[in-house]
Protein backbone atom coordinates (compact mmCIF):
# COMPACT_ATOMS: atom_id res chain seq x y z
CA UNK A 1 0.00 0.00 0.00
CA UNK A 2 1.74 3.63 -1.10
CA UNK A 3 1.70 6.15 0.74
CA UNK A 4 2.97 10.16 0.84
CA UNK A 5 3.29 12.62 3.19
CA UNK A 6 1.12 15.55 3.47
CA UNK A 7 1.33 19.25 4.22
CA UNK A 8 1.26 19.34 7.88
CA UNK A 9 3.23 16.01 8.07
CA UNK A 10 0.37 13.15 8.30
CA UNK A 11 0.63 9.86 6.67
CA UNK A 12 -1.43 9.94 3.98
CA UNK A 13 -2.00 6.43 2.10
CA UNK A 14 -3.88 5.68 -1.11
CA UNK A 15 -5.37 2.39 -3.84
CA UNK A 16 -3.85 1.34 -7.04
CA UNK A 17 -6.48 -0.32 -9.03
CA UNK A 18 -5.89 -0.94 -13.09
CA UNK A 19 -3.48 0.40 -15.50
CA UNK A 20 -3.27 2.64 -17.82
CA UNK A 21 -3.42 6.62 -17.25
CA UNK A 22 -4.26 7.63 -13.87
CA UNK A 23 -7.14 8.64 -12.56
CA UNK A 24 -7.26 10.55 -8.69
CA UNK A 25 -10.38 9.76 -6.63
CA UNK A 26 -11.35 11.30 -3.88
CA UNK A 27 -14.23 9.56 -1.54
CA UNK A 28 -17.25 11.52 -0.14
CA UNK A 29 -19.21 10.52 3.14
CA UNK A 30 -17.76 12.94 4.19
CA UNK A 31 -14.80 11.24 5.59
CA UNK A 32 -15.30 7.93 4.17
CA UNK A 33 -12.59 5.23 3.47
CA UNK A 34 -12.26 4.93 -0.36
CA UNK A 35 -13.16 0.89 -0.07
CA UNK A 36 -16.93 1.77 -0.88
CA UNK A 37 -15.53 3.46 -4.62
CA UNK A 38 -14.75 -0.52 -5.39
CA UNK A 39 -13.27 -0.01 -8.72
CA UNK A 40 -15.91 2.54 -9.93
CA UNK A 41 -18.40 0.21 -11.90
CA UNK A 42 -15.41 -1.49 -13.86
CA UNK A 43 -13.65 1.65 -14.63
CA UNK A 44 -10.63 0.51 -13.42
CA UNK A 45 -10.78 -1.72 -16.72
CA UNK A 46 -10.06 1.87 -18.43
CA UNK A 47 -7.61 3.72 -15.69
CA UNK A 48 -5.27 3.35 -12.88
CA UNK A 49 -7.25 4.37 -10.09
CA UNK A 50 -5.58 6.30 -7.35
CA UNK A 51 -8.02 5.78 -4.42
CA UNK A 52 -7.14 8.68 -1.87
CA UNK A 53 -8.12 7.82 2.05
CA UNK A 54 -8.52 11.11 3.43
CA UNK A 55 -6.46 11.95 6.43
CA UNK A 56 -8.47 9.56 9.47
CA UNK A 57 -9.89 7.72 6.74
CA UNK A 58 -8.88 3.94 5.94
CA UNK A 59 -5.62 3.01 5.86
CA UNK A 60 -4.46 7.00 6.14
CA UNK A 61 -3.28 8.13 9.34
CA UNK A 62 -5.59 10.43 12.03
CA UNK A 63 -3.98 14.09 11.80
CA UNK A 64 -2.38 15.86 15.05
CA UNK A 65 -4.81 19.05 14.31
CA UNK A 66 -8.48 18.43 13.87
CA UNK A 67 -8.69 21.07 11.76
CA UNK A 68 -6.80 18.67 8.80
CA UNK A 69 -10.53 17.49 8.57
CA UNK A 70 -12.33 20.88 7.44
CA UNK A 71 -13.11 20.60 3.40
CA UNK A 72 -10.95 23.17 1.94
CA UNK A 73 -7.92 22.24 3.80
CA UNK A 74 -8.66 18.95 2.66
CA UNK A 75 -7.66 20.65 -0.97
CA UNK A 76 -3.74 20.70 -0.05
CA UNK A 77 -3.74 16.72 0.54
CA UNK A 78 -4.94 16.23 -3.25
CA UNK A 79 -2.11 18.72 -4.69
CA UNK A 80 0.51 16.42 -2.06
CA UNK A 81 -0.59 13.42 -3.64
CA UNK A 82 -0.55 15.11 -7.41
CA UNK A 83 2.90 16.27 -6.50
CA UNK A 84 3.79 12.67 -4.93
CA UNK A 85 2.90 11.37 -8.30
CA UNK A 86 4.65 13.48 -10.24
CA UNK A 87 1.76 14.66 -12.29
CA UNK A 88 1.72 17.29 -14.43
CA UNK A 89 -1.81 17.62 -14.83
CA UNK A 90 -4.72 15.63 -13.45
CA UNK A 91 -7.63 13.48 -14.07
CA UNK A 92 -9.72 14.39 -11.24
CA UNK A 93 -13.20 12.59 -9.52
CA UNK A 94 -14.96 13.59 -7.11
CA UNK A 95 -18.03 11.71 -5.56
CA UNK A 96 -20.69 13.41 -3.29
CA UNK A 97 -18.73 15.36 -0.28
CA UNK A 98 -15.44 15.18 -1.86
CA UNK A 99 -17.23 17.19 -5.27
CA UNK A 100 -16.97 20.34 -2.83
CA UNK A 101 -12.58 19.01 -2.21
CA UNK A 102 -12.29 18.66 -5.67
CA UNK A 103 -14.24 21.78 -6.64
CA UNK A 104 -12.16 23.73 -4.62
CA UNK A 105 -8.79 21.83 -5.77
CA UNK A 106 -9.86 23.39 -9.67
CA UNK A 107 -10.63 26.65 -8.66
CA UNK A 108 -7.23 27.31 -6.67
CA UNK A 109 -5.28 24.64 -8.92
CA UNK A 110 -7.19 25.27 -12.36
CA UNK A 111 -3.81 24.97 -14.69
CA UNK A 112 -3.40 21.35 -13.01
CA UNK A 113 -6.74 20.24 -13.99
CA UNK A 114 -7.00 18.21 -17.26
CA UNK A 115 -9.78 16.83 -16.70
CA UNK A 116 -12.80 16.94 -13.43
CA UNK A 117 -15.28 14.75 -13.48
CA UNK A 118 -18.40 15.32 -10.72
CA UNK A 119 -19.95 12.39 -9.72
CA UNK A 120 -23.58 13.07 -7.61
CA UNK A 121 -21.48 15.92 -6.24
CA UNK A 122 -22.54 17.97 -3.23
CA UNK A 123 -22.36 21.49 -3.85
CA UNK A 124 -21.88 23.68 -0.58
CA UNK A 125 -18.70 24.72 -2.33
CA UNK A 126 -20.50 26.93 -5.04
CA UNK A 127 -23.68 27.59 -2.61
CA UNK A 128 -26.36 25.82 -4.17
CA UNK A 129 -28.80 24.30 -1.83
CA UNK A 130 -30.70 21.21 -1.73
CA UNK A 131 -33.90 21.82 -0.47
CA UNK A 132 -36.32 19.34 1.41
CA UNK A 133 -38.75 19.92 -1.61
CA UNK A 134 -36.17 18.51 -3.65
CA UNK A 135 -35.35 15.84 -1.69
CA UNK A 136 -39.59 14.61 -1.27
CA UNK A 137 -39.53 15.44 -5.37
CA UNK A 138 -36.74 12.83 -6.00
CA UNK A 139 -38.47 10.35 -3.67
CA UNK A 140 -41.76 10.72 -4.64
CA UNK A 141 -40.66 9.16 -8.10
CA UNK A 142 -39.70 5.95 -6.30
CA UNK A 143 -43.10 5.93 -4.90
CA UNK A 144 -44.01 1.90 -6.01
CA UNK A 145 -41.38 0.65 -4.07
CA UNK A 146 -42.27 -1.03 -1.42
CA UNK A 147 -39.69 0.77 1.01
CA UNK A 148 -41.45 4.10 -0.11
CA UNK A 149 -43.98 4.50 2.91
CA UNK A 150 -41.04 3.92 5.37
CA UNK A 151 -38.42 6.74 3.83
CA UNK A 152 -41.58 9.66 2.91
CA UNK A 153 -42.54 9.14 6.26
CA UNK A 154 -38.70 9.62 7.28
CA UNK A 155 -38.18 12.53 5.60
CA UNK A 156 -41.00 13.80 7.22
CA UNK A 157 -40.10 13.42 10.56
CA UNK A 158 -36.71 15.03 9.46
CA UNK A 159 -38.81 18.41 8.27
CA UNK A 160 -40.38 18.22 11.64
CA UNK A 161 -36.83 18.37 13.70
CA UNK A 162 -35.81 14.42 13.68
CA UNK A 163 -31.87 13.90 13.75
CA UNK A 164 -31.33 12.48 9.78
CA UNK A 165 -29.40 9.84 12.18
CA UNK A 166 -32.05 8.40 13.84
CA UNK A 167 -33.77 7.21 10.74
CA UNK A 168 -31.39 6.41 8.46
CA UNK A 169 -32.22 2.79 7.62
CA UNK A 170 -35.77 4.23 6.24
CA UNK A 171 -33.53 6.16 3.93
CA UNK A 172 -31.10 4.47 2.51
CA UNK A 173 -33.00 3.00 -0.35
CA UNK A 174 -32.74 6.38 -1.72
CA UNK A 175 -29.63 7.20 -2.27
CA UNK A 176 -29.32 3.63 -4.71
CA UNK A 177 -31.51 2.88 -7.99
CA UNK A 178 -31.88 -0.44 -7.42
CA UNK A 179 -32.04 -1.51 -3.33
CA UNK A 180 -30.87 -5.11 -4.21
CA UNK A 181 -28.23 -7.19 -2.27
CA UNK A 182 -25.04 -4.91 -3.28
CA UNK A 183 -27.09 -2.23 -2.61
CA UNK A 184 -27.64 -3.31 0.57
CA UNK A 185 -24.44 -4.40 1.44
CA UNK A 186 -23.06 -1.14 0.28
CA UNK A 187 -24.71 0.11 2.56
CA UNK A 188 -23.55 -1.86 5.36
CA UNK A 189 -20.08 -1.35 5.13
CA UNK A 190 -20.59 2.89 5.71
CA UNK A 191 -21.22 2.04 9.35
CA UNK A 192 -16.88 1.03 9.95
CA UNK A 193 -15.62 3.18 6.78
CA UNK A 194 -16.69 6.70 8.20
CA UNK A 195 -15.00 8.59 10.26
CA UNK A 196 -17.27 10.94 12.15
CA UNK A 197 -15.74 12.97 14.12
CA UNK A 198 -13.75 13.81 10.57
CA UNK A 199 -17.09 14.48 8.87
CA UNK A 200 -18.28 16.42 11.87
CA UNK A 201 -15.57 18.96 11.26
CA UNK A 202 -15.55 19.18 7.76
CA UNK A 203 -18.45 21.51 6.97
CA UNK A 204 -16.84 23.71 9.74
CA UNK A 205 -17.14 27.83 9.53
CA UNK A 206 -14.82 29.05 7.11
CA UNK A 207 -14.71 25.85 4.63
CA UNK A 208 -16.55 27.69 1.94
CA UNK A 209 -16.54 31.17 -0.05
CA UNK A 210 -19.06 30.26 -3.04
CA UNK A 211 -18.68 33.57 -4.57
CA UNK A 212 -15.26 33.52 -4.83
CA UNK A 213 -15.41 29.89 -5.67
CA UNK A 214 -17.13 30.66 -8.61
CA UNK A 215 -15.35 33.33 -9.62
CA UNK A 216 -12.49 30.93 -9.46
CA UNK A 217 -13.43 28.54 -11.58
CA UNK A 218 -14.18 30.64 -14.55
CA UNK A 219 -10.16 30.13 -15.18
CA UNK A 220 -10.91 26.29 -15.59
CA UNK A 221 -10.03 25.97 -19.35
CA UNK A 222 -10.18 22.46 -18.45
CA UNK A 223 -13.55 19.65 -19.50
CA UNK A 224 -16.07 19.13 -16.74
CA UNK A 225 -18.23 15.76 -16.54
CA UNK A 226 -21.06 16.45 -13.90
CA UNK A 227 -22.82 13.29 -13.65
CA UNK A 228 -26.53 13.00 -11.60
CA UNK A 229 -28.67 10.38 -11.21
CA UNK A 230 -31.98 10.55 -12.61
CA UNK A 231 -33.15 9.52 -8.84
CA UNK A 232 -30.98 11.21 -6.80
CA UNK A 233 -32.23 14.27 -4.79
CA UNK A 234 -28.99 15.74 -3.45
CA UNK A 235 -27.94 17.22 -6.50
CA UNK A 236 -30.93 16.45 -8.72
CA UNK A 237 -30.45 17.04 -12.66
CA UNK A 238 -31.37 21.10 -12.61
CA UNK A 239 -29.02 21.80 -9.85
CA UNK A 240 -26.69 19.49 -11.96
CA UNK A 241 -27.15 21.08 -14.64
CA UNK A 242 -26.65 24.46 -12.76
CA UNK A 243 -23.51 23.27 -11.30
CA UNK A 244 -22.18 22.50 -14.75
CA UNK A 245 -22.81 25.62 -16.12
CA UNK A 246 -20.14 27.67 -13.91
CA UNK A 247 -17.57 26.17 -15.87
CA UNK A 248 -16.34 27.50 -19.48
CA UNK A 249 -16.21 23.83 -20.54
CA UNK A 250 -19.12 22.06 -18.41
CA UNK A 251 -21.71 19.11 -19.15
CA UNK A 252 -23.64 17.32 -17.63
CA UNK A 253 -25.22 13.26 -17.92
CA UNK A 254 -27.95 12.21 -16.07
CA UNK A 255 -28.21 8.20 -15.70
CA UNK A 256 -31.73 7.06 -15.97
CA UNK A 257 -32.68 5.11 -12.63
CA UNK A 258 -29.55 6.33 -11.44
CA UNK A 259 -29.11 7.16 -7.85
CA UNK A 260 -26.62 8.61 -5.63
CA UNK A 261 -23.97 5.80 -6.21
CA UNK A 262 -24.57 5.74 -10.04
CA UNK A 263 -22.10 2.68 -10.81
CA UNK A 264 -23.92 0.69 -8.89
CA UNK A 265 -27.05 1.60 -10.38
CA UNK A 266 -25.79 0.45 -14.30
CA UNK A 267 -21.99 -0.15 -14.28
CA UNK A 268 -21.56 -0.47 -17.83
CA UNK A 269 -23.84 2.66 -18.41
CA UNK A 270 -21.45 4.47 -15.88
CA UNK A 271 -18.26 3.24 -17.48
CA UNK A 272 -18.91 3.62 -20.71
CA UNK A 273 -19.98 7.20 -20.03
CA UNK A 274 -17.13 8.41 -17.70
CA UNK A 275 -14.37 6.19 -19.63
CA UNK A 276 -15.44 8.21 -22.87
CA UNK A 277 -15.14 11.67 -21.16
CA UNK A 278 -11.72 10.72 -19.75
CA UNK A 279 -10.40 9.58 -23.35
CA UNK A 280 -11.29 12.84 -25.44
CA UNK A 281 -8.37 15.01 -26.24
Avoid at 56 to 76: E, F, I, K, Q
Avoid at 78 to 93: C, I, K, S, T, Y
Wanted: aromatic share 8%; proline share 7%; glycine share 10%.
Amino acid sequence: MPTFSAYDGTELAYHEKGEGAPLLCVPGGPMRASAYLGDLGGLAAHRRLILLDLCGTGDSAVPDDPASYRCDRLVDDVEALREHLGLDQVDLLGHSASGNIATLYAARHPKRIRTLVLITPATHSVGLTVTGQDLREAAALRAGEPWYPAAEAALKEIEAGRDPAEVGDDLAPLAYGRWDSTAQAHRAASATEKNARAAAAFYGEGAFDPPATRAALAAVAAPVLVLAGEWDGGPNPAHAEEFAGLFPHGIRQVQPRGGHFPWLDDPEWFTRRVAGFLAQD
